[in-house]
């Protein structure tokens, strides 16, 4: 394995997330683990490895340490994972929020540097995504602090929160449902947790 491909132990992401939440508590925690639990099970229906799908579900958000932040988590967890020797993972942290692979899908705050907010850009618009990208875009879509819901749910609790969710986002987005399930040969929210839709975080 070279350096670029090296993951962080299960044991060592649970330490990193456990860290950032003392940093900054909140239902982000189990939003996540419940994300690493849904990829790790979709993932390795869909023959991904199993490890990788986890521990990229568990930290996909890792940026929140630096508290009440909206793109700024995606940014400060991208540059930690990269700094940490986890390049993959930060990939993942930049592009689990762009099914719709553009900057400007973005509905919350760019809370960033004009310069921060064009390395971003810059960095996004040239990944060729892979299937842990797209699986870590759904399971963020289907994963609340509570257990996995359905994503037409999801997506409209990001739209009232926002004010903005735009319609080829929404289509992307809910494309990775049909994916997977192809991809898997089954029921993506079955193989998640039952296929029960609970409250968002």
Not at 37 to 53: F, K, M, Q, T
Not at 165 to 182: G, H, I, S, W
């Amino acid at each position: 394995m070279n350096t670029y491909d090296r993951i962080p132990s299960r044991e060592e992401a649970e330490s990193i997330l456990a860290a950032a939440l003392e940093k900054n508590p909140g239902k982000w925690g189990a939003h996540s683990r419940n994300a690493a639990v849904s990829a790790e099970a979709i993932g390795w229906a869909a023959g991904l490895d199993p490890d990788r799908c986890y521990v990229s579900g568990l930290l996909h958000d890792i940026g929140r340490f630096k508290g009440q932040v909206q793109l700024a988590h995606i940014y400060h967890g991208w540059k930690y994972m990269d700094e940490c020797g986890y390049p993959l993972i930060g990939r993942i942290c930049l592009t689990h929020s762009f099914a719709m692979q553009k900057l400007t899908a973005y509905g919350g705050a760019f809370d960033l540097t004009a310069e921060q907010i064009e390395e971003m850009r810059a960095e996004l618009e040239s990944i060729v995504y892979d299937d842990y990208d797209r699986l870590i875009q759904l399971c963020d879509n289907i994963s609340g602090a509570s257990g996995i819901m359905r994503m037409e749910d999801r997506i409209a609790d990001i739209a009232a929160r926002y004010h903005h969710y735009p319609e080829e986002k929404r289509n992307r987005t809910l494309a990775l449902v049909d994916y997977f399930n192809k991809k898997t040969g089954s029921d993506i929210y079955l193989l998640s947790c039952g296929g029960n839709t609970v409250d968002h975080y």
